[in-house]
């Protein structure tokens, strides 16, 4: 009877790593996008700290002027944003992967053996 029990428990534990898989994959795809813009900001401003001329910012699909402090400013706080979202989403992998560990070796423990 306690057989029965663990072989109807495996299949939702089957089932919920195989939802934490998609989520992490998910998740994994977001974080790669936060971590190319993040990387595009971080290249940005680094060529602003070597202009000396005039500088320009790309809204929509219209170039317009913009003062370099300025500039600079919104983009080390778009730095700034988009680092603490990475690190949060490198903490959710990290917490879904531990969460998945887990039930990957319960799920080996408990293969009936035959």
Known sequence: MVAEKESDFQPERIQELQILEQNLQNLSLQKQAFDFELSESEHALEELSGSKGEVFKIVGQVMIKSEKNTLKDE???KVKLLSLRVKAFESQEKDINERADAIR????????SK
Do not use: I, Q, S, V
């Open 105 to 112: 070796e319960e799920l080996t423990k408990k293969k009936p």
């Open 75 to 77: 983009l080390e706080k």
